[in-house]
């Protein structure tokens, strides 16, 4: 049983360019969560897919965006990056909200 | 005033011990408990997972909540140089696959 998949594993960009982060979920799993860790922190909730809608939104600017896919798949697109932008981005799925929420293997990225 | 804090340690033991980890928080609306463990530059592994007050064990693992202190704790028994990782909790007010708010992570090394 495959669990969450995340692509690519490492990323690095500049200031000012613009990047898109793959997630499949675990089979079964239909709610796509997207979480940014910075070194030494706790992941942050960026916000929640279900059924191809956003269903929740943390404190992040409109530079970050996503999307899902009917396949349950999902993106994460941030634009205009930012220094600040570098940490590992993280992809959690489960089964609607009910269920507990399974972690990718995540994707560093380092804005330069 | 972070929702949820922790003591980022590191904390070191011999092996053997036996491990307490601690979380404390201010909103009383989370209701939804769990830890995970994170090897280093890897995703966050769920490990324990609990609804309201109460205890709950899963082999070397006791997880408590005490929701009158606002406290929760993971115990380790027979601690393993296997576990030494960083080990974060995680609460959300609705179930589990809502948003998650994490702590800061503790640091664990266990030596042989």
């Known amino acids: 049983d495959a669990g969450v998949t995340q692509s690519p594993t490492h990323l690095i960009k500049t200031r000012g360019q613009q990047v898109t982060l793959r997630c499949s979920p675990k089979?079964?799993?239909?709610?796509v969560s997207w979480y940014q860790q910075a070194l030494g922190q706790g992941p942050q909730f960026i916000f929640q897919?279900?059924?191809?809608?956003?269903?929740q939104r943390g404190n992040f600017p409109d530079r970050f965006s996503g999307h899902q896919f009917p396949n349950y798949s999902s993106e994460l697109n941030v634009n205009a990056l930012l220094l600040g932008d570098s940490a590992l981005y993280l992809c959690?799925?489960?089964?609607?909200?009910?269920?507990?929420?399974?972690f990718g293997p995540g994707t560093r990225l380092l804005v330069l | 005033q972070k929702e949820v804090e922790q003591d980022p340690g590191p904390l070191s033991v011999p092996e053997g011990a036996i491990v307490s980890l601690n979380c404390t928080y201010s909103n009383s609306a989370f209701q939804y408990f769990m830890w995970y463990r994170q090897y280093s530059r890897k995703g966050p592994e769920l490990l324990m997972y609990t609804y309201s007050s109460g205890n709950k064990e899963d082999g070397r693992f006791t997880a408590q909540v005490d929701k009158s202190s606002k406290y929760i704790s993971l115990f380790i028994r027979d601690s393993q140089p296997s576990d030494s990782a960083t080990y974060l909790c995680a609460m959300s007010p609705m179930e589990y696959g809502n948003k998650l708010v994490f702590g800061a992570g503790t640091i664990l090394r266990v030596k042989s």
């Open positions: 089979s079964g799993h239909d709610t």
């Open positions: 959690a799925s489960s089964l609607d909200r009910k269920e507990t929420q399974y």
């Open positions: 897919y279900y059924e191809e809608e956003e269903r």
